[in-house]
């Protein structure tokens, strides 16, 4: 018997499904593979955020396994308490050294550590600096913030800078934030230009490289790195759940920024920590980016092939420029049947629509792995060629 006082959810989903906008979730039967079992299909699989096949690998899952073993399922508090443990001591140290950084924290995903880090650190008499498709995690770090929120136009320097002069006088801290890699579009931010902005104006630079770590850089150390940008900027969030293929997201700063969120940042204190389990995967993985940076290389190589067969058949995908590549298709039913046609087909690529991207510009996007063949790949591109000429795409 549905309540009374809830039949407004039920009548909000009867909308999306007149819409053609509902979606059920696409179950995932077998290990995140490059070809994976979905809902009783085997697909290709251009949908998960597993870079570099990370999720499956001998190492990590050794290490898990060993970890579980001698430390248990899990931390049992939050990190304040008691549940900050040797390992989780051990992760942070070695990020920090990875990334060439004084301090690194760890929270329980990359989502808690944008919105727990930009929550933390500023408040209503400050100003944010914000790039309109940055993640919805910046966008919920910067509303629970109460700072004011002045959004520019995606990656324009000159924007930014009109902003940045607006405010110059006004006192309250300053903060410039961005994605790395833009998860929807694929393309790196001008992460050069931003930074000079920042060091001009007095603001402070943080950048969320969840797309980027494991991908851009020397080994995978992101966007910093790629663009030769070290010690300038202030704070580095990245992920450990897409690449570095288990669970979690860092922060990278001053030793004191980093303490100071020990003390102040609300899942950090809140939230209990990760499972023994989880942080040696990641221990794991920081070492495979450094032992096997022939995963990085086969992503960028497939990445160049597949995105050069979605052109070369005329797909619009954007500005793209990594391994994520959007194929646009303007409306969001059309981008679900699309997205429908080619799991039938045997290729899963995810439809996206409003709100994840602006109106008209729904698409479905594709991610390469390092882990998919190049026959899995020449022919995902053979199926997405058929289905878009059956819906006129192309
Ligand atoms: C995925 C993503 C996050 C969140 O990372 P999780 O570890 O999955 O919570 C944050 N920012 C961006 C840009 C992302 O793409």
């Given at each position: 018997m549905p309540k009374a006082q809830l039949q407004y959810l039920t009548d909000e989903l009867n909308h999306l499904r007149h819409e053609k906008l509902y979606q059920r979730l696409r179950i995932l039967?077998?290990?995140?593979?490059?070809?994976a079992k979905f809902d009783g299909h085997k697909v290709i699989n251009?949908?998960?955020?597993n870079y570099l096949g990370l999720t499956t690998h001998p190492k990590l899952r050794q290490r898990a396994i060993e970890a579980t073993e001698r430390f248990?399922?899990?931390?049992?508090?939050v990190r304040t308490i008691a549940g900050t443990m040797t390992i989780h001591m051990a992760l942070e140290e070695k990020i920090a050294r990875f990334k060439n950084v004084e301090a690194a924290v760890v929270f329980q995903s990359g989502f808690t550590a944008n919105a727990g880090t930009v929550q933390a650190i500023l408040g209503k008499d400050d100003i944010i600096i914000s790039d309109e498709l940055n993640h919805a995690s910046i966008i919920d770090g910067c509303r629970l913030s109460r700072a004011e929120i002045k959004v520019f136009p995606h990656k324009d320097l000159d924007a930014c800078e009109k902003v940045l002069k607006e405010i110059a006088a006004r006192p309250g801290h300053k903060l410039l934030i961005t994605d790395?890699?833009?998860?929807?579009?694929?393309d790196i931010a001008p992460l050069p230009g931003l930074v000079a902005l920042a060091e001009r104006y007095g603001a402070i630079m943080m950048i969320d490289d969840a797309h980027s770590s494991?991908?851009?850089?020397?080994?995978?150390?992101g966007t910093v790195d790629h663009f030769n940008?070290?010690?300038?900027?202030?704070i580095q969030v990245g992920t450990?759940?897409?690449?570095?293929?288990?669970l979690g997201g860092y922060v990278c700063s001053t030793r004191d920024a980093i303490e100071f969120l020990y003390h102040r940042a609300r899942p950090f204190l809140f939230s209990t920590s990760h499972p023994p389990s989880v942080a040696a995967s990641c221990l794991a993985a920081f070492e495979v980016l450094d032992e096997e940076p022939q995963l990085i290389q086969s992503l960028w190589d497939n990445t160049k092939f597949f995105k050069e067969g979605l052109k070369r058949l005329g797909?619009?995908?954007?500005?793209?420029?990594?391994p994520i590549t959007p194929v646009i298709v303007g409306d969001a039913a059309l981008a679900h049947q699309f997205s429908r046609e080619l799991f039938e087909a045997g290729v899963f690529a995810q439809g996206i629509g409003f709100p994840t991207v602006?109106?008209?510009?729904?698409r479905i996007r594709t991610i390469v792995t390092a882990t998919h063949t190049r026959e899995e790949l020449a022919l995902a591109l053979e199926i997405l060629e058929a289905a878009g000429k059956k819906l006129k795409i192309i």
């Open positions: 039967e077998t290990e995140q593979l490059p070809v251009l949908s998960s955020n248990g399922v899990g931390s049992g508090a790395g890699v833009f998860s929807m579009e694929g494991g991908v851009l850089g020397k080994n995978g150390r940008l070290h010690g300038r900027v202030d450990l759940s897409k690449a570095v293929g288990a797909f619009n995908t954007g500005m793209s420029e990594t602006p109106k008209g510009k729904a």
